[in-house]
């Protein structure tokens, strides 16, 4: 049950190993914050709060008459003012929080029964906000904004000052639906096989409705990625439910196939350019007659000649040439990346991946080398860590390159100390 009002979910289940009644509540839609601040997808756990009451109570005729009347007045009862969040010059009406239900309700019936212990699924939640700006009151409105709203609120009555700022979210009743899904066919591990299942059949559905070539694409491309979900050993548990996959998707290639054929051969006609009328010489006659001042004056500026300056870069040594790594000891390292972090890093990135498998072929008899590898290890992981902090990318080029000196002082270790 989806309790809209109060932004929460109750499902209700009866236990087949003993005679309870277990209630199961969690949040629909996480907070605007929530979700604009995450980076990447949220991580959810469903359900929250659950308990557990006997089941000669819940069928009893006085409870059900109010569990029914509670619960369908939190679902139309804004009790609490609507949050709002706002980001830049956006004001929108955050998701409601589900107190009334994961604390009130759960409260009552733990009076009834005792709090239940649930196996929580975790899913990866990947919710949007479309944030819009917010409306101007109706006295601060234009006349034309004025009538547009007003011919909007008659074509959609329901429509209220809140509703125009509610931003724009993903469908709450479909994730309602999924963790009520994921959380019962659990126990049979069924989740991921039924939901490729419904994603064939309502593909195939829609291809013998002749959907649109683009949604039938992107239909096929979703059960695809779910078919990629169920892992390996997907063909052997469950050998009927690929192969029906397999010929859904075969039946919307061969539809999406013989339309491009059919669009390739309406559109394809024949050119109509004619080239026999043009004249060339004619057509690429261009007169400059009120351009005649600014081009002699650009010309006689080019022809007094211009004062060069020098260019002097700010660093006259480069790191990324160094052969010899024991030059960067003594700090030499550090102090080049506070003077210039990025080129300086870069440059010992690029001297690490060019020379440095030379240098431990000629150093191999050299008893400073495995002190300038430590040393190098240290003052490049001291720039560097700072700089590709929030950078994954960058960071695994930081642990790449502090790997191979790291394989390198071992190398050296090893011809050190051969006897260990």
């Known amino acids: 049950m989806h309790i809209r009002a109060q932004n929460a979910a ?23 914050s929530a979700v604009m601040s995450a980076e990447g997808r949220l991580l959810c756990s469903y359900p929250g709060p659950a308990v557990q009451i006997p089941a000669d109570i819940f069928t009893g005729e006085c409870f059900l008459r109010e569990l029914a009347s509670f619960l369908a007045q939190m679902d139309v009862d804004g009790l609490d003012r609507t949050p709002t969040t ?15 239900i994961s604390e009130l309700l759960v409260g009552i019936l733990r009076g009834y029964g005792q709090p239940a212990i649930v196996d929580r699924i975790t899913k990866r ?3 949007e906000v479309l944030l819009e700006t917010a409306i101007e009151p109706w006295k601060d409105m234009r006349w034309w904004e004025r009538l547009r709203r007003w011919l909007d609120l008659l074509w959609w009555p329901r429509l209220d000052e809140e509703s125009w700022r509610k931003p724009w979210r993903r469908s709450p009743l479909w994730l309602i639906l999924r963790v009520s899904l994921h959380s019962s066919l659990r126990a ?65 290639k061969a539809i999406l196939s013989k339309r491009w054929d ?34 002699m004056k650009v010309l006689r500026s080019s022809s007094r000649g211009s004062s060069r300056t020098q260019f002097t870069p700010s660093r006259e040594f480069r790191l990324y040439d160094v052969r010899d790594f024991t030059q960067f000891t003594n700090d030499k390292l550090i102090k080049a990346i506070a003077e210039d972090q990025r080129i300086a890093t870069t440059d010992f990135e690029l001297s690490v991946e060019n020379n440095l498998e030379s240098w431990i072929a000629t150093s191999a008899n050299n008893d400073d080398s495995s002190d300038a590898i430590v040393s190098c290890i240290k003052q490049y992981f001291a720039g560097a860590e700072l700089l590709y902090d929030a950078n994954g990318e960058d960071s695994s080029v930081m642990i790449l390159t502090i790997m191979d000196l790291w394989v390198a002082l071992d190398r050296f270790a090893i011809q050190e100390c051969p006897h260990y």
């Open 188 to 252: 049979g591990n069924l989740y991921k096989a039924f939901v490729l299942f419904f994603h064939a059949y309502l593909l195939r559905t829609c291809v013998r409705r002749d959907f649109s070539s683009e949604l039938l694409y992107v239909m096929m491309v979703k059960t695809s990625r779910r078919l990629s979900k169920l892992g390996p050993d997907a063909s052997r548990h469950v050998h009927q439910l690929v192969q029906f996959v397999h010929d859904t998707a075969e039946v919307t």
């Open 262 to 295: 059919a669009f390739q051969a309406i559109g394809s006609i024949r050119p109509t350019l004619r080239l026999d009328g043009l004249d060339f010489v004619g057509d690429s006659h261009t007169s400059l007659d009120k351009s005649y001042k600014i081009l």
């Open 10 to 32: 109750l499902i209700v289940r009866r236990l087949a190993t003993a005679d309870f009644v277990q209630f199961e509540v969690f949040e629909v839609l996480p907070l605007i």
């Open 86 to 100: 706002a980001f830049a010059d956006n004001i929108s009406y955050d998701s409601a929080h589900p107190r009334y």
């Open 125 to 127: 939640f990947g919710d």
